[in-house]
């Protein structure tokens, strides 16, 4: 994208018949007082409509009328809502007519993932090396800030994720041929190119406060109700940039706003499985890379009967030579592409899914003597034996790299301590039947409980293709 989307470009930006990706033509831009106008007719006539439809209501009908009240009432606090919101824009955005262009459902999965895992950690780390001085003011502590300059999401001393989402300032949805076509993002010269819409120009992190506010605008509007191909003018929330902000992080908010404040969540399985998939589809692209496939393989046979992750940090260990990581780190070092991934990608990813998978388990384990403390336990060992974490142990296992050998080792003790904990759980429940044979039973979300915690055979993905 040519230029940073902000309330001063976004109107123009998606004006431009080039970028408009619906089935019509794009219909010249309103000034904000001729859409303000447009929008308000629209909400009143949407009262006028439930009005009428509950004056022909069939008074024997009382669930008919009870729905068509609902709605009615529904409509007002729309109205409502839309004003308020008009008063109370969050700081450092304004209100802008914005071409908001519809693509299909399989179009938006593309930029989707594309955004996931590829462009999500390049605007994370984006974030933490030119944006330290905005995070901070949001409270995000120089750990955080470090671990965003590793293209990871920042956490607090805790390890709980802070609540900010990453937004697309254009909508995906809504971005026109912005998401059907790729070029090279101008902030990341010699990158490959991506989806237009995907450039780090049209990215914002905001709260979650700040985030529902957009999202309940956009709503309002009924601004993804509309036809694939079709398009529309509505009101979107950009930010503004200046000299002294450049609109990448939002500014903190005043409490008379109701929109202060960041508050943080712990860690997820829905988080966790996510990163699982990021790291999988990092470790995929480094096999398809030049020969890094043979590379691991010669690693393999190097290290014998053992995961090359346990013998590189034998090596470490005893300050031996390091044969392989020496040999690993060289063949990677010839080879551009692999070292991107490797420095920017696949380390940051392994240090990001032992925290986050560590982190959760400790915290089922606080909560271990309450009824959902044993469910969520249970929920684990599931997400932890699946076939996905089984794949990634397997591949890790195949690296010498220090984070490879950090996760392999934490993940062992925690598949022992899980073992344990699991036994001991066991052998409570069938002590409380026998106690009380009539009682509830607190495994009802356990599955048949699998001792193959481990990995497939070590490497063996990478034997593979």
């Known amino acids: 994208m040519a230029k940073r989307v902000s309330a001063d470009t976004i109107t123009g930006i998606t004006a431009d018949p080039t970028n408009n990706g619906s089935t019509n033509p794009t219909p010249p831009a309103p000034t904000y007082d001729e ?37 009615l009432a529904q409509a007002k606090e729309n109205q409502q809502t839309f004003e308020k919101m008009l008063k109370n824009v969050p700081d450092g955005f304004q209100l802008v007519p914005t071409y908001y262009s519809r693509i299909t459902k399989e179009e938006n999965e593309k930029v989707r993932e594309e955004y996931s895992f590829k462009v999500r950690p390049k605007f994370m780390k984006y974030l933490g090396e030119n944006c330290a001085a905005e995070l901070k003011a949001l409270g995000v502590s120089d750990a955080g800030v470090n671990r965003m300059k590793n293209g990871l999401d920042p956490v607090d001393d805790k390890g709980k994720l802070f609540n900010f989402s990453v937004d697309h300032i254009i909508e995906r949805a809504g971005s026109g041929n912005l998401g059907k076509t790729k070029a090279v993002d101008p902030d990341m010269p010699g990158a490959e190119p991506t989806f237009r819409v995907n450039h780090i120009g ?3 992190l905001l709260t979650e406060k700040v985030h529902e506010f957009k999202n309940i605008l956009n709503d309002l509007q009924n601004a993804s109700d509309m036809p694939y191909g079709k398009g529309k003018w509505i009101l979107m929330m950009a930010p503004l940039r200046d000299a002294t902000h450049p609109g990448f992080v939002v500014p903190p908010q005043s409490k008379a706003s109701g929109l202060d404040g960041v508050g943080t969540h712990p860690q997820s399985l829905k988080h966790n499985e996510f990163v699982i998939t990021s790291a999988l589809a990092d470790l995929e692209r480094f096999k398809n890379t030049g020969n890094m496939r043979q590379v691991v393989r010669s690693l393999i046979a190097q290290a014998g009967s053992k995961p090359v992750a346990e013998v590189a940090e034998a090596e470490a260990a005893q300050k031996k030579p390091g044969a392989l990581r020496r040999a690993f780190a060289g063949a990677v070092a010839a080879d551009p592409k692999a070292t991107e991934l ?13 925290t986050s998978v560590t982190t959760l388990y400790d915290d089922i384990q606080s909560k271990i003597n309450t009824p959902k403390g044993r469910f969520d336990f249970w929920e684990f060992t599931r997400f932890f034996r699946s076939q996905q974490m089984k794949d990634l142990r397997a591949d890790v296992e195949a690296l010498p790299f220090e984070e490879a050998s950090t996760l392999h080792a934490k993940f062992n003790k925690l598949a022992t301590n899980m073992n344990a904990m699991a036994d001991k759980l066991d052998a409570e429940s069938k002590a409380r039947k026998v106690a009380n044979p009539n009682g509830a039973n607190d495994n009802a979300a356990k599955k048949p409980y699998q001792r193959n915690n481990g990995p497939r055979k070590p490497g063996q993905r990478f034997n593979n293709g």
């Open 35 to 71: 859409l303000l106008v447009k929008i308000r007719t629209r909400l009143a006539k949407i009262i006028v409509a439930a009005e009428a439809s509950l004056d022909a209501a069939d008074p024997e009908n009382e669930r008919d009328i009870a729905n068509r009240t609902a709605n």
């Open 342 to 354: 490797v420095e920017n990608f696949i380390k940051p990813a392994l240090t990001d899914v032992t």
């Open 202 to 204: 049209n990215y914002i």
